[in-house]
């Protein structure tokens, strides 16, 4: 579990159910919470029937239970590139390239307006747990139309390439969000929140815009949503269908 809950004003398709990012949920553990809530439309109740898991642990990674990682979107495929895509995905809120149109999106962050040696310096600082990063210069594909990007198709970027070096240390929110805090403080005259607030929802609420305007260190964020975590850690209890 980690991240914030979803706060009622900021619910949409990103974020409908009040649950945090990482909700540390089976699938049919959550299909009971939002059936026995009423948070169907309407507080209609589903005819639901869970299939329960054998042989299966809550600490197990996906690639432990020895079935092969579906690909759950075209740029997830194994769980290193999951556990990014969970804190990289926020950058879609903003006007940075994420990877898309490389061979490693969710992996690399950069514009044309970086310089990677001045942000490589800084996020060693930082000192993240699990991770790596390289400074990097590379030129997205156009894989999308003109209107979906990816951002600076076409354009030589700079940035950092990030490596997973332990999952189990690694954080993707906090990881995510300390990149989005430094490179806005860096770069605060090209940085953009993109879309009406879009981050937002990614989010769940405006606080990460917050603290990036009123230039708090990213340390400062993940013992907030740690209490959102704790409260939600309790309410699931009723929930699990397995230790």
């Known amino acids: 579990m980690d991240g914030p809950v979803v706060r009622t004003a900021y619910q949409s398709l990103e974020g409908y159910h009040l649950v945090p990012i990482?909700?540390?949920?089976?699938?049919?553990e959550y299909a009971l919470m939002v059936n026995e809530m009423g948070w169907l439309k309407d507080l209609a109740r589903a005819d639901l029937t869970i299939i329960p898991l054998s042989n299966w642990q809550r600490t197990m990674w996906l690639d432990d239970t020895g079935i092969p990682v579906p690909s759950m979107l075209p740029d997830v495929q194994d769980v290193e590139s999951l556990l990014a895509y969970m804190g990289m995905y926020l950058f879609k809120g903003t006007n940075l390239n994420i990877g898309h149109?490389?061979?490693?999106?969710?992996?690399?962050?950069?514009?044309?307006?970086?310089?990677?040696?001045?942000?490589?310096?800084k996020v060693q600082d930082l000192d993240l747990p699990g991770v790596r990063f390289h400074q990097i210069?590379?030129?997205?594909?156009?894989?999308?139309?003109?209107?979906?990007?990816?951002?600076?198709?076409?354009?030589?970027?700079?940035?950092?390439?990030?490596?997973?070096?332990?999952?189990?240390?690694?954080?993707?929110?906090?990881?995510?969000?300390?990149?989005?805090?430094?490179?806005?403080?860096?770069?605060?005259?090209h940085f953009e929140w993109i879309a009406g607030g879009?981050?937002?929802?990614?989010?769940?609420?405006?606080?990460?815009?917050?603290?990036?305007?009123?230039?708090?260190?990213?340390?400062?964020?993940?013992?907030l949503w740690l209490h959102d975590v704790l409260r939600f850690s309790e309410f699931r209890q009723r929930f699990l269908l397995y230790e």
Request: net charge positive; charged share 20%; with cysteine.
């Open 137 to 189: 210069r590379y030129k997205p594909q156009a894989i999308y139309d003109a209107k979906r990007g990816p951002y600076y198709a076409g354009q030589m970027c700079s940035g950092l390439l990030m490596e997973v070096t332990n999952r189990n240390d690694y954080d993707p929110l906090a990881t995510s969000t300390a990149l989005m805090i430094l490179t806005y403080k860096l770069y605060e005259k």
């Open 22 to 28: 990482r909700h540390g949920l089976t699938i049919g």
């Open 101 to 121: 149109g490389t061979d490693q999106p969710f992996f690399r962050i950069g514009a044309p307006w970086i310089s990677g040696s001045i942000l490589w310096k």
């Open 198 to 223: 879009y981050v937002d929802k990614l989010f769940g609420y405006d606080l990460l815009r917050i603290f990036a305007a009123q230039g708090k260190p990213p340390d400062y964020l993940p013992p």
